[in-house]
C-alpha cells in the first residue's frame, strides 16, 4: 500500500529515482536496493494472479531482470512503482497465455489435496478472488489493494482509464451479489462468518 505520510512519497520517489540513475550510471550492486524496496509487494501482486509460490518466486525474479534488463528504457514520465508494475502485468499475461489447460490441471489436483485450516477472513478472500478473472484481479489488487489511480492502472494495464472504471464497477457489483459455497469450495465457518467479513471487504472497497 502506498505511504500517506505527507512528504514521504516524494522523499521515497526521490531516493528510488536516485538509486536508478546510479545503476543507470553503470553501478550494478546499486540495483539491490531497487529489489528490496519492491519484493515484497511484487511477491504479494504476482501470488494473487498464479495462486503458487514457486511458480511466484520464478515470477517476481524473472520481472526483476527484465526491469533491470530495460531500465534504460525508463523515463520519470511515470513513477518507478507503475513502471514496475505494468512489467509485471505484461508477464503476467504471457504466463497465463502459456500455462492454458496446464493451469487448470493445477487447480484440480489441488481441489483433490486435504484442506488447511485457514481464517474465515484468508477463506472469504480467497474464494472471491478464485470468483474473478485474472483481469479484474489485477484492476482489484492494484486499486483496492497498491491504491493506484483509473488513469496509473489504465497505464499499466493498456486499457482507457474510463473503461478500467467501469471495470472496476463491474467487479464490485459482482463481489457484493457473491453468494458463499457457490462453488462447492467454502466450509460452514465461511458460511457463518461471511456476513462480517464481507462487510470489511465492502469498505476496503470502498475506501
Known amino acids: 500500500m502506498k ?6 512519497v516524494e522523499e521515497k520517489s526521490y531516493e528510488i529515482e536516485a538509486v536508478i540513475d546510479r545503476v543507470k550510471a553503470g553501478d550494478k550492486q546499486a540495483y539491490a536496493s531497487i529489489i528490496r524496496q519492491f519484493e515484497r509487494q511484487m511477491y504479494t ?6 495462486k503458487n509460490h514457486e511458480e511466484t518466486e520464478d515470477a517476481v525474479q524473472e520481472v526483476f531482470i527484465r ?15 507503475a513502471w514496475l508494475y505494468k512489467m509485471a502485468y505484461n508477464h503476467m499475461m504471457n504466463i ?19 484442506k488447511i485450516e485457514i481464517s474465515p477472513q484468508e477463506s472469504v478472500i480467497e474464494e472471491m478472488l478464485t ?6 484481479r ?3 489488487l492494484l486499486k483496492a489493494v497498491e491504491q493506484y489511480s ?3 492502472i489504465g497505464d499499466i494495464m493498456g486499457i482507457k482509464p474510463a473503461t478500467i472504471r467501469k471495470k472496476y464497477e463491474r467487479l464490485r457489483r459482482k463481489l457484493l451479489e457473491y453468494k458463499p459455497n457457490q462453488g462447492g469450495t467454502a466450509h460452514g465457518t465461511f458460511a457463518k462468518s461471511n456476513g462480517v467479513e464481507r462487510n470489511g471487504y465492502d469498505r476496503a472497497m470502498d475506501s
Open 96 to 114: 497465463k497465455k502459456k500455462q492454458g489447460r496446464w493451469l487448470k490441471l493445477v487447480h484440480q489436483v489441488q481441489e483433490q489435496q486435504p
Open 45 to 50: 501482486y504476482c501470488y494473487y494472479i498464479l
Open 150 to 152: 483509473f488513469d496509473e
Open 138 to 140: 489485477h484492476i482489484l
Open 67 to 81: 526491469a533491470y534488463e530495460n531500465l534504460h528504457r525508463y523515463s520519470r514520465q511515470a513513477t518507478f512503482s
Open 131 to 136: 470468483y474473478l478473472t485474472p483481469e479484474e
Open 3 to 8: 505511504p500517506t505520510i505527507p512528504g514521504e
